[in-house]
């Protein structure tokens, strides 16, 4: 294959990127992440892409990782490793410091078992320092996610508890109830023997010498009334 030139390279691209050099917009993304995908065998291809994506603005950046740019980064990665181009390997760990991930992107492949592993190569300058720095600010990011998860369980669990228990205004108002149940039938008890208690006063009508008479009789003799 011919030599590439990166600057020649860079003119093709240009369409696609920004005044800064990083990717233009996010209209571009999924077509720079296939054309890097497709032609980045070259040294000289991998350099310039990760000098595209180290200006690239981090919510672009983060799309293009979500576009198959993070896989793409653990074959160059790999490769780097492989065959002890330290310097490329540089130049990927800081791109990953600016690049954003959560606890299910590092779980997608090994990507931190590579870093991890460089972060105890003490032989390597610079490499070590930055693979530190790398393993330092994913951990935190997982354990930041997690707490937070295990916030939002606490949070759904005291909401179903309290759901299920029923409210002192509804136990208020089924004591209320059964206190004022028995006042009612007090007060019904009540009329019935006020409605039959006390003297009542009868009157009797007889004729007497041609005459008609009453007479005011008592509730005693009410059985003599005919």
């Known amino acids: ?3 590439i030139d990166p600057l020649q390279l860079l003119n093709c ?7 800064s050099g990083g990717i233009l917009s996010k209209n571009e993304v999924h077509r720079l ?3 890097m995908t ?3 065998k070259k040294l000289v291809s991998k350099c310039v892409y990760v000098l595209i994506l180290k200006n690239t603005e981090v919510t672009l950046l983060g799309l293009f990782m979500a576009a198959g ?6 074959l160059w990665l790999h490769d780097a490793i492989y065959t002890m181009n330290w310097a490329l390997v ?3 760990l800081e791109l990953l410091l600016i690049t954003p991930v959560d ?9 931190p078992k590579l870093v991890k592993s460089l972060s105890k190569r003490e032989d390597l300058v610079g490499v070590h320092e930055l693979s530190n720095q790398l393993v330092q600010q994913w951990l935190k990011i997982v354990k930041d996610e997690t707490q937070s998860e295990q916030s939002q ?26 206190e004022e149940q028995p006042a009612d039938e007090s007060v019904a008890e009540n009329e019935e023997s006020d409605s039959g208690a006390g003297p009542q006063t009868f009157y009797k009508l007889t004729l007497k010498d041609g005459k008609h008479l009453i007479s005011k009789v008592g509730s005693g003799d009410r059985k003599s009334v005919v």
């Open 103 to 111: 606890v299910e992107r590092l779980k997608s492949n090994n990507i």
């Open 13 to 19: 691209l240009q369409v696609l990127l920004s005044p």
């Open 153 to 178: 369980q606490k949070a759904a669990q005291t909401v179903t508890v309290i759901s299920d228990t029923p409210s002192e205004s509804a136990t208020e108002d089924e004591s209320l109830q059964t």
């Open 33 to 35: 992440a296939s054309l």
């Open 90 to 92: 540089k130049e990927l």
């Open 38 to 40: 497709k032609f980045s």
């Open 69 to 74: 740019g993070w896989t793409l980064i653990h």
């Open 1 to 3: 294959m011919p030599r």
